[in-house]
């Protein structure tokens, strides 16, 4: 069952998630794995992103990839992303 995960950390900005996807780019860990869907929306100081997954699993695997870049970016999460089942997922 495909879930939608709401990251929602304080004080990120644009340039620490540039810097965070540029290292996950060049790991070729990204894209992700059974994420079907990735947006990054805010300002540039206060950066959110929402994505929908495939599986808890597949997010979860890719947690073990992403937490050493949020590290190496200096973004400390704060708190446990939002995640809510997917009732219904749609392309256009």
């Given at each position: 069952?495909?879930?939608?995960?709401?990251?929602?950390?304080?004080?990120?900005?644009?340039?620490?998630?540039?810097?965070?996807?540029?290292?996950?780019?060049?790991?070729?860990?990204?894209?992700?794995?059974?994420?079907?869907?990735?947006?990054?929306?805010?300002?540039?100081?206060?950066?959110?992103?929402?994505?929908?997954?495939?599986?808890?699993?597949?997010?979860?695997?890719?947690?073990?990839?992403?937490?050493?870049?949020?590290?190496?970016?200096?973004?400390?999460?704060?708190?446990?992303?939002?995640?809510f089942?997917a009732?219904?997922?749609?392309?256009?």
């Open positions: 069952m495909s879930i939608v995960v709401r990251f929602a950390p304080s004080n990120v900005t644009k340039q620490q998630y540039d810097a965070v996807r540029s290292a996950l780019n060049e790991s070729g860990d990204w894209p992700p794995a059974g994420c079907r869907f990735h947006v990054c929306f805010g300002d540039e100081q206060d950066i959110r992103v929402s994505e929908v997954w495939e599986s808890q699993e597949q997010l979860d695997a890719f947690g073990e990839k992403l937490r050493p870049r949020l590290e190496e970016a200096g973004i400390e999460l704060t708190g446990q992303p939002e995640v089942e009732h219904i997922v749609e392309t256009f």
